[in-house]
């Protein structure tokens, strides 16, 4: 005990190391999946001379580039043989089916990266100071990126929500899917039941996806799409089902009840709406996979925000819905909330 | 253990969203430090509006920084106060002596972050794609925002060289510090030793800086500068110690040899060699934090790297000196090699 607490009263400089060069692994692990590192070996490349021959680079760069890796925890190494870690050839292998690579365009694309490298004017201004709102701009082309980088991500969310949505699967279905970029969710529901019928909107771009996206499903027949803002467009009524995944968190609490109620408006009597969402607990500070997607917010967004439940609760009272509950997504960092009409 | 054993079977890819995502928590830091926020919360500033007000910015960018800060492990937060932790009031309060902050001038410098932005090609070519040879070209001027930035890290591992090299301080001691940069290996020494003279080379710039610390530190009088590159100046001879601190890391071996053979002719019989490195295992990628710094080498040198005792002993072996032993220096990440003449 007494050796214990004395450490701990001793101030380190290591966690600030950290961090400061934590940007490193970030370049590292792009680097590796530009360069084809995990597929590379997967492939039965496992010296640097055989992984460098296959990713076309210096012996040298490659030598350090690994051994890197393999401090991160993305490569094991023993002697001069590197192979991959279980999730490292399920994610970031390319033979893979749950390849995951695609996704740092998204993620590290230049028009997010450009918000957080302007942190502190964020900071000073209170949202982002990117031009032309951020992301939330009208048919801002990075959401054309998401859609394609971020789809097999979605793949296990869009299976747990639809279980949690329409488990009995068993009557007909009218579902409006918000915001759809890859199509998911929508796509999810439209597979598990037969007689789902998805009406999806999106930026006409973006609905290219998703409609590729439904064809390979097989549920083409039962995919309607509306162009436009979710904000702007005639979404028809008579809705059983709305699916408004990772969208009320670009905007602030105002906008976002305008939109409810217009969905509520769309929905018919006992219908639902399921909203995909990053839900903080009310300190704001946990779980901090949760909490700390405030941050991407504010850098990408005039408003956005990782709302409460008590805050997104408020939203759909205020905008009609008789009753809101929420719903882990385990192994997902993410939350579900439902609201009835 | 069956429930263990299960559970790491089952891919995740919270490693790869970590480690994608891993900029964000550099940036943070960054901004906090650029914004003062760490300074304003040590002055008495706890809740977001009074910091923010004392930092300039929005109330609502400051909420969420400090949200975020807090998630990192930089600050705490119980109910709507702020408070910072043994670390961050130690290394990160412009109030306290140790502060760190000004490291990140020198560590998040324009320079070194475009050679990681281009990691891909430094992997392909095999060394820095920055132009004029990287950190290592002639006068580059990130020296002096090193010399400047990186003093107050320097002091602890300066304080514990010394005492490794001269733990009696009882005799005359003709010391040569070679690329001294801040100077404070040097000048740890004189303060220890009333008897040391030192004899510091590196860019005049950044002798400047050493001079600067060397008056500060009350030793002017026994501290002597040689002008240009360690390559390049003639060193004059007779000397007892030779410092050679973070320097060999950022040449080939053939480069050091040439190096240390004139570090050889210039010291005294019985003279001897002190080196600071980064010295990882043979198997390269341990300990973590040394064998990382390879990577540092890649992208901002053209032939640098991470040496292993192995490795230095060799280049002081065939530059003539008869002995190498290597010395651990706790509670840094680095090593001492200790080189007889």
């Known amino acids: 005990m007494s050796s214990s607490s004395t450490a701990q009263q001793q101030p380190s400089p290591v966690l600030f190391f950290q961090t400061i060069n934590a940007h490193q692994h970030t370049e590292a692990l792009k ?30 760069g490659m030598r350090i580039l690994c051994d890197y890796l393999t401090i991160m925890g993305m490569l094991t ?8 870690t279980l999730d490292s050839a399920t994610f970031l292998d390319q033979h893979s089916p ?20 302007r942190m502190a004017d964020a900071v000073r201004h209170g949202g982002t100071v990117i031009e032309q709102d951020g992301t ?56 598990n039941n037969p007689q789902a019928e998805i009406h999806a909107v999106d930026w006409k771009a973006v609905l ?7 064809q390979k499903a097989g549920v083409s027949d039962r995919y309607h ?41 769309a929905l018919a009597d006992g219908g639902r709406a399921a909203t995909l969402e990053f839900v903080p607990n009310d300190d704001r500070v946990s779980p901090p996979e949760t909490a700390g997607f405030s941050m991407v917010m504010l850098v990408g967004t005039p408003t956005g925000d ?21 719903h882990a997504l385990p192994p997902t960092f993410q939350q579900v909330v439902i609201s009835e009409k």
Not at 31 to 44: K, M, N, P, R, Y
Not at 78 to 84: I, K, S, V
Not at 140 to 168: E, S
Not at 208 to 214: I, L, P, Q, T
Request: charged share 20%; glycine share 8%.
């Open 98 to 117: 749950a390849y995951l690579g695609g996704a740092v365009e998204f993620l590290c694309s230049p028009e997010l990266l450009q918000g957080f490298r």
């Open 225 to 265: 799409t509306i162009e436009g803002s979710a904000f702007d467009v005639d979404f028809g009524t008579g809705y059983d089902l709305v699916l408004i995944t990772n969208f009320l968190h670009h905007f602030d609490p105002p906008t976002n009840e305008t939109l409810l109620r217009k969905i509520h408006a």
């Open 306 to 326: 990782a709302y409460t439940f008590a805050e997104l609760e408020r939203m759909f009272a205020n905008a009609g819905f008789s009753r809101s509950t929420i």
């Open 136 to 191: 939330v701009g009208p048919d801002n082309p990075i959401w054309v990126k998401f859609a394609r980088g971020m789809a097999p991500m979605m793949m296990m969310p869009a299976q747990l929500i639809t279980k949690l949505v329409d488990p009995d699967a068993d009557r007909k279905l009218k579902v409006l899917d918000i915001a759809a970029g890859h199509g998911l969710f929508g796509i999810s529901v439209a597979k």
């Open 208 to 214: 290219e996806v998703a409609k590729e996206n439904a």
């Open 31 to 60: 680097a590796a999946i530009e360069l084809e590192v995990f597929t590379a070996i997967g492939e039965g490349n496992t010296t640097v001379p055989a992984i460098a021959k296959r990713c076309q680079t210096s012996e040298r």
């Open 77 to 84: 190494k023993q002697g001069n043989e590197y192979a991959l």
